[in-house]
């Protein structure tokens, strides 16, 4: 196992660059940027629907600047749509300051140099570091995230355990209709539903339609705080999880009819052990391998699948929102940090349930396989 593990450690390096390249090289050709946001500000042609982030940066040094327009353009202010008629050297401050004075290759070196000590700058357009910037939108992307991973996973295992002894039966034909029905609603015409039942909208105010924490958080005791984030929390997962239970459901379902079928259930049935000896014993230790499989792309998942919207809709200011703000600002630092960061997030996760596999069962054999 151990030399299984230091080969799946060095593949991660270059698998790490190829992601990280592939992206830097995409973004190059990418219509618009940083410096073409702030020559659209100072000319009064920013439509940007995220343009109310703005405050530091690059926009701080662009209306400080702005009093050396009028110099006429050149080459270097032509490349750039809406910079005619700027002074040359100001979009030459612009580009130093963003790091386009350098060459791509030189840009890409020195940045994934400084993501190695895990040094990622600081945000184009916000007056913070980005670390710090993802560290202040974690929380709510946690909440989300690892609730509903384990909402769904408490709730689908057992279910399709359920449904796979009682195939066929009433109660599997009227729950897959459930939830296949909660599969085809999206979620945020849910979370919508949701708001206008529960949070105030036409009917009942039940709950909260904004926010992680009340306004007196900080006065509350520390029953009354946990009381008061899962009342927060309890929409926004409901939203977000109904989707998630009919993939897990179903595979569950699916794995152990699978199992249940082989000769191993039917000889120890004829041993006579009890049928919850079998379906935990026996068929529970084969069945979840399929569904550890599946367990890393649930987790990274867990953090962005609809959370963009769900954020949105219930006021959440997480990750998911950040990442898209970031994209369509070209806040470059910041899209390129949640990438690294979740990337290798990505592949941890990955070589974990390796190790997990081994645990469920232990005859699988890591140091005989090809990495």
């Not at 990274?300 to 898209?324: H, N, R, V, W």
Request: hydrophobic share 50%.
């Amino acid at each position: 196992m151990g030399a299984y593990l230091l080969k799946r450690i060095l593949l991660m390096i270059p698998t790490l660059l190829g992601i990280m390249l592939i992206s830097f090289t995409i973004i190059q050709f990418a219509p618009g940027g940083p410096v073409e946001r702030v020559i659209a500000q100072l000319t009064g042609t920013d439509s940007s629907a995220t343009a109310r982030i703005g405050g530091g940066g690059g926009d701080g040094m662009g209306a400080g600047a702005a009093t050396q327009q009028g110099g006429g353009a050149d080459a270097t202010s032509s490349r750039y749509r809406g910079a005619q008629g700027l002074d040359p050297e100001f979009i030459k401050q612009l580009e130093k300051q963003f790091g386009f004075d350098k060459p791509a290759h030189e840009r890409f070196f020195l940045m994934m140099k400084s993501y190695l000590t895990f040094d990622f700058g600081k945000s184009y357009f916000r007056d913070i570091a980005v670390l710090e910037l993802i560290k202040e939108k974690l929380p709510v992307s946690i909440s989300l995230g690892v609730w509903m991973m384990l909402l769904t996973y408490l709730i689908s295992i057992p279910l399709g355990i359920h449904k796979a002894v009682r195939d066929g039966e009433p109660f599997d034909t009227w729950t897959s209709g459930l939830l296949v029905v909660g599969y085809a609603i999206p979620g945020f015409l849910i979370a919508v539903l949701l708001l206008i039942l529960f949070a105030g909208g036409s009917f009942v105010q039940w709950f909260p339609s904004r926010g992680l924490t009340s306004d007196n958080w900080a006065s509350l005791s520390l029953w009354g705080k946990i009381i008061d984030y899962f009342w927060h929390l309890t929409l926004p997962l409901i939203a977000l999880a109904l989707g998630a239970f009919t993939t897990m459901a179903f595979l569950t379902k699916n794995s152990f009819l699978d199992e249940i079928r082989k000769q191993y259930v039917m000889t120890a049935r004829a041993k006579g052990l009890a049928e919850g000896q079998v379906l935990y014993g026996h068929v529970f230790r084969n069945a979840m391998l399929l569904i550890i499989a599946g367990f890393p792309g649930a987790f990274i998942g867990a953090f962005f699948s609809g959370a963009l919207l769900i954020e949105t809709i219930f006021s959440l200011d997480g990750l998911g929102l950040l990442s898209f703000e970031s994209i369509i600002n070209r806040d470059y630092p910041v899209v390129f940090a949640t990438l690294f960061i979740f990337s290798l997030l990505g592949l941890v996760v990955n070589l974990i349930s390796d190790f997990v596999y081994t645990l469920v069962d232990p005859r699988i054999d890591f140091e005989s396989r090809e990495v």
